[in-house]
């Protein structure tokens, strides 16, 4: 047991020197300008996009309830297929309504070509305890490219979305996001308590083993 206890601990203090990197990485990136898409773009690079948006289905990510004028509206985020000089990509256009949660709703894109700001966000994989997808409504809770493409009816997709960056809009329309993510970093805290866990075990068995030896010394 004490082990396995202080493996997690070691475990969790390299999490936290892996967690440290990347939010460097964000927020170095979030200040940073943009740069062209790269044939290779990192995780969270703050990138430029030129193209044209693709005709046909869009698919929505997620479910989140937002406070709008109207009250409590549920909604997710917008995927639509984009062609950037031949290349396929899917960009999430920001947070839409939706009447139902597992519907997918088209909104009109920008016609002709747009050049559209913004970061990469890596694929995800499904987990164990991941929310099954529906397809068939085009709702996705796992945010993998591959898999939504095929869905979308698409060939071949670059292997990452790019999220656009942008402020609120005046009009109706998908709400794009204005900041980079900022995932939680709570792995020193776990790493403390894997290791104070392992402390009180020795200090439990050192007690035990006293009192073991006094019994056996009588």
Same mark, same amino acid.
């Given at each position: ?10 475990? @969790? ?11 460097? @990485? ?6 940073? *300008? ?42 997710? @985020? ?34 002709? @070509? ?85 402390? *009180? ?18």
């Amino acid at each position: 047991m004490l082990l396995v206890l202080l493996g997690l601990g070691t475990w @969790q203090v390299h999490r936290l020197a892996w967690k440290e990197a990347l939010l460097a @990485q964000v927020a170095a990136a979030q200040g940073a *300008a943009p740069v062209k898409l790269p044939a290779d773009p990192g995780p969270f690079e703050k990138v430029s996009v030129t193209g044209r948006f693709l005709p046909g289905p869009a698919a929505l990510y997620g479910v989140e309830v937002r406070d709008l004028a109207g009250g409590s509206t549920m909604g997710g @985020q917008l995927l639509v297929p984009f062609d950037a000089d031949g290349r396929v990509i899917l960009v999430d256009r920001g947070w839409v309504p939706s009447t139902a949660a597992i519907t997918a709703p088209t909104v009109a894109a920008p016609p002709g @070509q747009v050049t559209l700001v913004g970061f990469v966000r890596p694929a995800e994989h499904p987990r164990m305890l991941s929310p099954s997808d529906d397809t068939v409504g085009r709702l996705f809770f796992t945010l993998d490219p591959e898999r939504i493409a095929a869905v979308l009816g698409l060939p071949r997709v670059a292997p990452f979305t790019f999220v656009v960056l942008g402020p609120k809009p005046a009009g109706p329309g998908p709400i794009p996001t204005d900041e980079f993510p900022h995932p939680p970093n709570n792995h020193l805290y776990y790493a403390l308590t894997w290791f104070g866990l392992a402390g *009180a075990l020795i200090v439990m068995f050192a007690a035990w083993a006293h009192e073991r030896l006094s019994d056996d010394a009588l």
